[in-house]
């Protein structure tokens, strides 16, 4: 049974944050959801002291969907720096940050490199802490296909590339966040690995999408060049347990695969990212 009674979750309503809750309400633990939903603004700080005060666990699960490196800096790096300030003065045991396996060695990738600082803000907060670097998740599959389409064709990086269910690191997270803190990094992954166009037609098959994929070796990973196993952990510290075939029967799996979305890049990625 774990020392810690109550957590709450930044970012709780996003993807990974409401499952994060959800697991963490069947494991005898008072849990808050806390985001700009119910009034906590990291990057303003307003209500964080609130929401923490009392807490024995903060996970930060929280996102901004930008590539901008101005809008990632004041997001993850200045939401860090008040999520520290308000768990020294709330006296929280365990932070969680919730990061992604590569950011300290792709600094090309925006995204990557305010990630990557945010870690830092963790380490050298003062409160003891775990982070937790997970690979990209299932879901993710439309969003990276669309960054690599070009009219009839999709052409990521010749990489490697090992998905994990969103469901699997909601759980995987909750149960490192009841866990002594670490004070290091924990690298999880899905159970299979193959290369990113593996996966790309795999999904394709699921949605019938008739275009080409095909791997582009100059290709870079949204501004970051890649070696094969940039994207992968050498020695994953917990894997999930949802392969990609049971996980196209899931609602996730729907939700994330529905409509047309292979079919164009975003227009986020179409304005700001040169593949």
Request: with cysteine.
């Amino acid at each position: 049974m774990s020392e810690f009674s109550k957590v709450v979750v930044l970012g709780g309503s996003g993807m990974i944050g409401a499952r994060v809750v959800e697991s963490l309400k069947g494991l005898d633990v008072e849990v808050v959801a806390a985001s700009r939903r119910t009034g906590v603004n990291t990057t303003t700080g307003e209500g964080l002291l609130q929401a923490i005060s009392g807490a024995d666990v903060v996970v930060d699960a929280s996102d901004v969907h930008s590539f901008d490196e101005e809008t990632l800096r004041d997001f993850f790096v200045v939401s860090g720096r008040n999520v520290a300030k308000a768990e020294m003065e709330a006296g929280v045991k365990h932070h969680v940050t919730l990061s992604i396996v590569g950011v300290d060695h792709l600094p090309g990738n925006p995204y990557y490199a305010a990630k990557a600082r945010q870690e830092q803000v963790a380490q050298s907060s003062g409160t003891p802490f775990t982070i937790v670097r997970s690979t990209q998740f299932f879901e993710f599959l439309p969003t990276i296909s669309g960054g690599f389409a070009k009219q009839n064709s999709v052409n990521p990086p010749d990489a490697l590339l090992q998905p994990i269910a969103a469901d699997d690191v909601g759980s995987i997270l909750a149960e490192i966040a009841l866990e002594k803190p670490r004070n290091a990094v924990v690298q999880i992954a899905g159970p299979e690995r193959d290369a990113i166009a593996h996966w790309l037609r795999r999904a394709f098959s699921v949605t019938n999408d008739t275009r080409v994929v095909a791997a582009d070796k100059t290709a870079t990973w949204f501004g970051a060049p890649l070696e094969q196993e940039s994207l992968v952990p050498a020695h994953p510290d917990r894997m999930g347990t949802m392969f990609f075939d049971p996980w196209c029967t899931s609602q996730s799996a729907r939700l994330a695969l529905s409509g047309n979305r292979y079919a164009t890049a975003s227009a986020e990625l179409e304005r700001q990212i040169k593949v």
